[in-house]
Nanobody
Framework: QVHLVESGGGLVQAGGSLRLSCAASGSIFNINAMGWYRQAPGKQRELVAGISSGGSTKVADSVKGRFTISRDNAKNTVYLQMNSLKPEDTAVYYC???????????????WGQGTQVTVSS
C-alpha cells in the first residue's frame, strides 16, 4: 500500500509560478517512478510529467520548457516546478506512483487526493 499526499496548489496570475510537492509513504521501496497528472473540468485526466527512481524524466509537450519535475529521495518526495503559467494550466493536479519506460509513463492505481491550481488571466 502506497499513500501519496500533494501540496502547493493555489491561485496565481498568468506568468506566475507554483511548486507542487508529493510525499510518498507506505511501501515506497516498490515505487519505480512517480508522475503528475492533471484534470480540468470536462476534460480527460492527462499526464504532465513523470520521473523514474534513477532520475529519467518524461514531460508532456504542452508544458515542456515551462514545467520541471524533480525528486528528493531522502524525503521520498517528488516536485513539479511550474513557471510561466497560463490559464489553460488550470486544473486539479494529481500525484501518481507508477512505472517509467523509455518515453512512456504507466500509471498505477495509487493516487494522491489532488491539489487545485488556478491561473487567472
Amino acid at each position: 500500500q502506497v499513500h501519496l499526499v500533494e501540496s502547493g496548489g493555489g491561485l496565481v496570475q498568468a506568468g506566475g509560478s507554483l511548486r507542487l510537492s508529493c510525499a510518498a509513504s507506505g511501501s515506497i521501496f516498490n515505487i519505480n517512478a512517480m508522475g503528475w497528472y492533471r484534470q480540468a473540468p470536462g476534460k480527460q485526466r492527462e499526464l504532465v510529467a513523470g520521473i523514474s527512481s534513477g532520475g529519467s524524466t518524461k514531460v508532456a509537450d504542452s508544458v515542456k520548457g515551462r514545467f520541471t519535475i524533480s525528486r528528493d529521495n531522502a524525503k521520498n518526495t517528488v516536485y513539479l516546478q511550474m513557471n510561466s503559467l497560463k490559464p489553460e494550466d488550470t486544473a486539479v493536479y494529481y500525484c501518481n506512483a507508477g512505472t517509467l519506460w523509455p518515453g512512456i509513463y504507466a500509471p498505477s492505481d495509487y493516487w494522491g487526493q489532488g491539489t487545485q491550481v488556478t491561473v487567472s488571466s
